[in-house]
């Protein structure tokens, strides 16, 4: 695991990148992408950052706390459900219009509920939208975005970023006891939901589709991140959430990432040239431990070339600590 000093003399770097990066945070209203997002203004020049989530009020304080750390910066919110892929549709229709390149699409949107299936007017079950279905969908929609950023003429080929992240569990299935298959008789769980086969579909598809763009968008990297720990508003959804959360933290908290740490690690999946395009990497040697289950449950390794990677973000000192005990 790279060192947190390592990460943020990274970080610093990013200003070799020249002004004007554009970056859309799905879900950066709150918690992991929120704080991605201060690391990011923190570090660059004169971003152009675009927000998206439903609470006004929680934007309003971000983008104040972003203008704060950097008055160069500007941010922007769209707010919008997106558990309706239309409402996805029209808020890219409204980068689109507005932006010609985008260096860093970073998803978050989430909750945490102990619901069953909860349909959409569009059909699709609202946690398995945010999960899988809108992200993939803003990443269709703002390809043509991403794949200008990384083919910008005006900038140097070593300072250009073009990145896709999506922050859920790329092992959730493997965690959970399954074997990371998917239903393929049910692939949108419409007749067999269940909570656990839901995280699976999301986390197994989303990594898929990835892999596809990958092969497909050789100048774009995709990075899927599992967070670990951190106390954010994820809880908000359960019966008694808030309560469970003020229970929770303190006893868990010596094993959780501080959230800003979260920020500046995530910061760094989303920018770090340990995570080439499939293009960057070609030449590279090297494998990198991005192993997923294939459709057969077999563990894939993936290499430094393929373009997408599987990233796990762990509590620094917890890292130590475990290192030293297994010397
Ligand atoms: N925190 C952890 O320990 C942890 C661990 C493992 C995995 N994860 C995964 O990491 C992701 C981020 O979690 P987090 O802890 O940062 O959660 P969070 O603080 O609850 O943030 C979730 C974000 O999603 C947005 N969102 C939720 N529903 C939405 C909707 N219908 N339309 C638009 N935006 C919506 C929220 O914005 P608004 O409130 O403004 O709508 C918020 O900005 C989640 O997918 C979660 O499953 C988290």
């Known amino acids: 695991m790279v060192s947190l000093p390592a990460i943020r003399a990274h970080n610093a770097s990013l200003k070799s990148l020249g002004p004007g990066l554009v970056a859309v945070f799905v879900g950066g209203t709150s918690g992991i992408s929120l704080s991605t997002v201060l690391a990011f203004a923190r570090n660059t020049i004169s971003p152009r950052i675009y927000l998206i989530g439903r609470n006004r009020s929680a934007a309003d304080a971000a983008i104040a706390s972003v203008k704060n750390i950097n008055p160069s910066a500007e941010p922007a919110f769209l707010q919008s459900d997106i558990s309706l892929l239309k409402n996805v549709d029209r808020l890219c229709c409204g980068i689109a219009a507005k932006e010609r390149k985008l260096n860093l699409l970073f998803m978050t949107p989430g909750y945490m509920t102990l619901k069953g299936r909860d349909e959409t007017t569009e059909g699709l079950d609202r946690k398995f939208?945010?999960?899988?279905?809108?992200?993939?969908?803003?990443?269709?929609?703002?390809?043509?975005?991403?794949?200008?950023?990384?083919?910008?003429?005006?900038?140097?080929?070593?300072?250009?970023?073009?990145?896709?992240?999506?922050?859920?569990?790329?092992?959730?299935?493997?965690?959970?006891?399954?074997?990371?298959?998917?239903?393929?008789?049910?692939?949108?769980?419409?007749?067999?939901?269940?909570?656990?086969?839901?995280?699976?579909?999301?986390s197994l598809m989303g990594d898929y589709f990835l892999e596809g763009l990958a092969k497909r968008n050789p100048h774009t990297s995709f990075v899927h991140a599992y967070p670990s720990g951190v106390a954010t508003n994820l809880f908000r959804e359960l019966p008694a959430g808030r309560v469970l959360a003020a229970v929770l933290t303190p006893l868990l908290k010596p094993f959780m990432v501080p959230i800003e740490e979260s920020g500046e690690r995530h910061?760094?999946?989303?920018?770090?040239?340990?995570?080439?395009?499939?293009?960057?990497?070609?030449?590279?040697?090297?494998?990198?431990?991005?192993?997923?289950?294939?459709?057969?449950?077999?563990?894939?390794?993936?290499?430094?070339?393929?373009?997408?990677?599987s990233q796990r973000i762990r509590n620094w000192k917890v890292q130590g600590i475990r290192a030293r005990w297994r010397r």
């Open 129 to 202: 939208v945010l999960h899988y279905y809108a992200r993939m969908r803003f990443v269709a929609n703002l390809l043509p975005l991403l794949t200008a950023a990384a083919q910008d003429p005006s900038i140097d080929t070593k300072a250009r970023l073009s990145r896709v992240v999506s922050v859920l569990d790329p092992h959730v299935a493997v965690r959970l006891g399954g074997s990371g298959k998917l239903d393929f008789s049910d692939l949108s769980l419409k007749h067999t939901f269940s909570l656990n086969k839901c995280g699976a579909h999301a």
């Open 267 to 309: 910061l760094f999946a989303a920018t770090s040239e340990k995570f080439p395009s499939k293009v960057e990497g070609e030449g590279m040697k090297g494998s990198w431990r991005s192993q997923r289950r294939d459709e057969r449950g077999v563990v894939v390794t993936g290499s430094i070339g393929m373009g997408r990677y």
